[in-house]
């Protein structure tokens, strides 16, 4: 009976051992739950073993947090420099991740104090008249400059010209038509020929009509178009043009000479062909005046 009953208590006692050492481990396990599931989703323990990892693994987050890290801080440091006041002094802000010493003024070798002593007795024995900064007036704290006025400003530019040759008529006593060739200084323009006919449409200077020019072209005429091809200056006028109440015949001749006078000064021209309103016609007014074809300077 007594062999039983050790026996017994023997068992009871490895049972409770066995019980207790599970409590240690459930303990254990439970307080390094958070850092078992971290392992076991960092180094993918299930995906490696089971070829996939359970929900509860991937969305598990680490309850751990770093704590954040302490703002930098500035350290001011006093800098002897010796200013002209030897009260004064100069503070600079440094980052606390500078290289700069923050040793007090004690710790430095004996050479730099020696330096320092003997700079500040340099600035005891100056006089007081240059170791005192003199006040300025506030009328004087600000440099005044005035705004330099050029002696020589660039000129305007100078628009480039040229001279313009026109032809206008002057008519004797006994009715007869003469040719008057005038030159003018004009501003150049691109379009040379056009300006030049336009200049002629306008009549004669009133310093060219005392010198007895005149114009027989009609007036009101328009100049519609120019355009020059193979030495042929095509002028488009208005209808103006085509009627002329002065002189009869010799004024219609009158008025296209001086058309085709003035258009072949030009190097590039040659003849002109007139239309009126963009229509080529043959025949000028009542009197017949031929403008079928091209006329040049040979035709009058």
């Not at 007090?104 to 320092?116: G, L, R």
């Not at 700079?119 to 300025?136: D, F, I, K």
């Not at 002696?151 to 313009?164: F, I, L, W």
Request: hydrophobic share 35%; charged share 20%.
């Amino acid at each position: 009976m007594g062999g039983k009953k050790n026996k017994k208590n023997t068992s009871g006692l490895a049972l409770a051992c066995w019980i207790l050492g599970f409590l240690i481990l459930l303990i254990v396990f439970l307080v390094k739950l958070d850092d078992i599931k971290s392992n076991l989703k960092s180094t993918r323990f299930f995906e490696r073993i089971f070829g996939t990892t359970p929900t509860f693994i991937q969305n598990h987050e680490d309850k751990k947090k770093e704590d954040p890290p302490l703002p930098e801080e500035n350290t001011v440091i006093t800098l002897n420099t010796m200013p002209s006041n030897p009260a004064q002094s100069v503070q600079t802000n440094v980052p606390a991740d500078s290289s700069v010493s923050t040793q007090p003024a004690e710790s430095q070798p004996a050479a730099e104090k020696k330096n320092a002593d003997a700079s500040s007795e340099r600035v005891q024995n100056q006089p007081a008249s240059q170791n005192t900064v003199q006040p300025t007036p506030a009328a004087h704290q600000s440099v005044q400059q005035e705004a330099p006025s050029p002696a020589n400003p660039d000129p305007k530019p100078v628009a480039a010209t040229t001279t313009a040759k026109l032809c206008f008529v002057s008519i004797d006593g006994d009715g007869s038509v003469n040719r008057r060739q005038i030159s003018r200084t004009v501003t150049k323009n691109d379009s040379p020929l056009a300006g030049n006919i336009q200049l002629l449409l306008a009549g004669p200077t009133p310093s060219e009509r005392q010198k007895g020019c005149r114009s027989l072209i009609p007036e009101g005429t328009r100049l519609l178009t120019a355009s020059v091809r193979d030495g042929v200056a095509s002028l488009n006028f208005s209808e103006e043009f085509e009627y002329n109440q002065r002189v009869g015949v010799e004024g219609y001749i009158g008025q296209l000479m001086q058309i085709v006078y003035t258009a072949t000064e030009f190097g590039t021209v040659n003849s002109v062909q007139f239309l009126i309103d963009g229509q080529k016609k043959e025949y000028l007014g009542s009197e017949g005046v031929w403008i079928g074809s091209p006329l040049s300077r040979s035709s009058f």
